[in-house]
């Protein structure tokens, strides 16, 4: 199924490295959390026949490669793109299976018995919180974003910088892909 999320937390570091006239990389760590739901449907069915909730703790460490576009003396518009390596620190999954099983009712009306069947929806719930596995997903996504810079004071700046992060691989014991968007908040000096 695809996976659907809230509104999710992460906070960081970074170094930005200038290597030739506008060109920048930039690395750091972030530290993460993402709660994540994905719906899986069996056939035609009406209800889904499994559904995943999962809560992941991360650490991501990105390495990006950042092109200005436009500047003047006081902000900076430009564009940056990389990979970004992943170590999963916890995982908790709660997976809610259903399905439907056809079941006999015997009624019993002046000495005869006759039966019937109706099809009941039929629920289970499993709880898996795997050990920390140190699981690394090496160069599990790619990072695009577009970024605005603006100088507050003279060694102070403020960046403001949308960004999407697409999965290359699947993540976890259970191999979720799942896409992660926002804007990040930075303050350079």
Same mark, same amino acid.
């Given at each position: 199924g695809n996976p659907e999320g809230g509104v999710n937390f992460?906070?960081?570091?970074?170094?930005?490295?200038?290597?030739?006239k506008g060109v920048e990389i930039s690395t750091g760590v972030q530290y993460g959390k993402q709660s994540?739901?994905?719906?899986?449907?069996?056939?035609?069915?009406?209800?889904?026949?499994?559904?995943?909730?999962?809560?992941?703790t991360n650490i991501d460490i990105p390495v990006n490669i950042r092109l200005n576009v436009f500047s003047?003396?006081?902000?900076?518009? +430009?564009?940056?793109?990389?990979?970004?390596? %992943?170590?999963?620190?916890? $995982?908790e999954y709660k997976? /809610?299976? +259903?399905?439907?099983?056809?079941?006999?009712? %015997?009624?019993?009306?002046? $000495?005869?018995?006759?039966? /019937?069947?109706?099809?009941?929806?039929?629920?289970?719930v499993e709880n898996i919180t795997p050990p920390p596995s140190a699981?690394?997903?090496?160069?599990?996504?790619?990072?695009l974003m577009i970024g605005y810079e603006q100088r507050v004071t003279n060694r102070l700046n403020l960046h403001i910088e949308p960004y999407v992060k697409l999965p290359l691989s699947g993540v976890g014991i259970r191999d979720i892909r799942y896409t992660t968007g926002g804007v990040t908040f930075k303050i350079s000096f």
């Amino acid at each position: 199924g695809n996976p659907e999320g809230g509104v999710n937390f992460s906070a960081g570091v970074s170094i930005d490295v200038g290597v030739a006239k506008g060109v920048e990389i930039s690395t750091g760590v972030q530290y993460g959390k993402q709660s994540i739901e994905a719906r899986a449907w069996e056939g035609k069915a009406a209800i889904p026949s499994t559904h995943t909730a999962a809560t992941l703790t991360n650490i991501d460490i990105p390495v990006n490669i950042r092109l200005n576009v436009f500047s003047n003396n006081n902000s900076k518009y +430009y564009i940056s793109g990389g990979l970004s390596t %992943v170590a999963f620190l916890t $995982e908790e999954y709660k997976i /809610t299976t +259903y399905r439907q099983e056809l079941r006999e009712v %015997v009624n019993v009306m002046d $000495e005869n018995k006759f039966s /019937t069947f109706r099809l009941e929806n039929v629920t289970s719930v499993e709880n898996i919180t795997p050990p920390p596995s140190a699981a690394i997903d090496f160069a599990g996504r790619i990072n695009l974003m577009i970024g605005y810079e603006q100088r507050v004071t003279n060694r102070l700046n403020l960046h403001i910088e949308p960004y999407v992060k697409l999965p290359l691989s699947g993540v976890g014991i259970r191999d979720i892909r799942y896409t992660t968007g926002g804007v990040t908040f930075k303050i350079s000096f």
